[in-house]
């Protein structure tokens, strides 16, 4: 499968030129796996750090442990652009997979991380030491983004809309952070009437 840049979200294609920015400050000749993660972590926004937060990943020890790694990678002097490795092109490939297989139209950061746990690199070895499992993050997937398609190049902004832009007033009072209501007697019985005639 011939892998094809417009096909990535726009998330995604940060997160790829961010890898290969990555690669030419370590002066890295390669772009590895290990340098997509480190650009998947570098997103302010997007789905990677809901989905990492839902499955209890430590994401301020997973970024030190990928930046500590980066700068043991090979090094050389020249100013060439880090062109991607044989895993990296199996990374993207199986993206594009993913992408397919859930019948989305663009490739999205979840493909690619996806694809990160699955291709054998050092990137996996250290999503694997942080406690991200395949299954874990499928299901933290369909969390997180629900059954939605990625149909256009910026559907992270649709992922979690309601919890974006709305308050939880349940989750709210479960932590006491609501204002009592006081001397509102007659309205709360009148709310309450009303509301149980119509269920």
């Known amino acids: 499968m011939a892998f094809r840049f417009e096909k990535l979200t726009l998330k995604a294609q940060e997160a790829v030129v961010r890898a290969q920015e990555l690669a030419g400050e370590k002066g890295n000749p390669e772009m590895t796996p290990l340098h997509l993660l480190g650009g998947l972590l570098s997103e302010k926004e997007g789905v990677i750090k809901p989905l990492f937060t839902r499955i209890g990943v430590?994401?301020?020890?997973?970024?030190?442990?990928?930046?500590?790694?980066l700068g043991r990678l090979p090094k050389t002097s020249g100013?060439?652009?880090?062109?991607?490795?044989?895993?990296?092109?199996?990374?993207?490939?199986?993206?594009?997979?993913?992408?397919?297989?859930?019948?989305?139209?663009y490739v999205s950061t979840e493909h690619l991380l996806l694809a990160l746990v699955r291709v054998a690199s050092l990137a996996?070895?250290?999503?694997?030491?942080?406690?991200?499992?395949?299954?874990?993050?499928?299901?933290?997937?369909?969390?997180?983004?629900?059954?939605?398609?990625v149909t256009d190049q910026s559907p992270e902004e649709k992922f979690q809309a309601l919890k974006r832009y709305g308050i939880d007033l349940v989750e709210r009072a479960q932590q006491g952070k609501l204002d009592p209501v006081i001397g509102r007697d007659n309205e709360i019985r009148r709310v309450v009437q009303v509301l149980s005639r119509r269920t």
Do not use: F, H, I, Y
């Open 58 to 69: 430590n994401m301020s020890q997973l970024t030190s442990t990928v930046e500590s790694e």
């Open 124 to 149: 996996k070895n250290l999503l694997e030491l942080n406690g991200v499992r395949e299954q874990d993050l499928m299901n933290a997937l369909r969390d997180v983004r629900g059954s939605a398609p």
């Open 79 to 105: 100013g060439a652009t880090p062109q991607p490795n044989q895993a990296m092109r199996q990374v993207l490939d199986g993206a594009a997979a993913e992408a397919e297989k859930m019948k989305d139209e």
